[in-house]
């Protein structure tokens, strides 16, 4: 039961693989993000310029953003500083009460809404939780090495590869 909640619908090596095109094909009209690992390192304050084109290419698809981040205002807030999208720090994943605000304040339901995280523990279980229409996962950009973060990986072995044994049974 509870591998429902942490399989993604699909696993990406980066966000740059996920297109306006393919996100509005899909019926997705907002996205909810991660920061840390999804989009840039944990070094990066603000977003590289790779990221602010990919965000654009959003909004010019008329794709809502938002960010819901685990980390602390400050740095939520340097990275948001130029943006301006609705974000919250100490973003409580995985649980969904932001990820609600994140889609009252963009004016779109749960079936419109994807959420794009480098977790399975967090980003993936509170996107299955609130129910959203799609659930995607990226790969670390550049991981941590402490115990904990080691920890929280080795966990979420079993369900990545239950995804890919998911991928191959579809073929």
């Known amino acids: 039961m ?4 942490l399989i993604p619908d699909v696993f990406y090596d980066n966000i740059y693989q996920i297109t306006p095109e ?3 094909g899909e019926g997705v009209k907002a996205l909810v993000l991660d920061i840390d690992n999804t ?8 977003p590289t310029e790779s990221v602010l084109e990919w965000l654009r290419s959003m909004e010019e698809a008329g794709i809502s953003i938002a960010f819901v981040s685990n980390n602390k205002p400050p740095r939520v807030e340097r990275f948001n500083s130029k943006l301006g ?3 919250r720090a100490k973003g409580g994943k995985p649980f969904t009460k932001n990820i609600k605000r994140a889609m009252v304040h963009m004016g779109v339901t749960r079936n419109e ?4 995280g480098d977790q399975l523990l967090t980003d993936i279980l509170a996107a299955r939780s609130a129910k959203l229409r799609r659930a995607f996962l990226v790969k670390p950009i550049k991981d941590k090495t402490d115990a904990f973060t080691r920890s929280k990986r080795m966990l979420e072995k079993p369900f990545i590869k239950k995804y890919y044994k998911m991928q191959d049974g579809e073929k």
Request: no cysteine.
């Open 39 to 46: 989009l840039v390192t944990y070094d990066d304050p603000e």
């Open 2 to 5: 509870l591998k429902k909640y």
């Open 85 to 87: 999208y609705f974000a």
């Open 22 to 24: 393919y996100l509005l």
């Open 113 to 116: 809404t994807a959420l794009i």
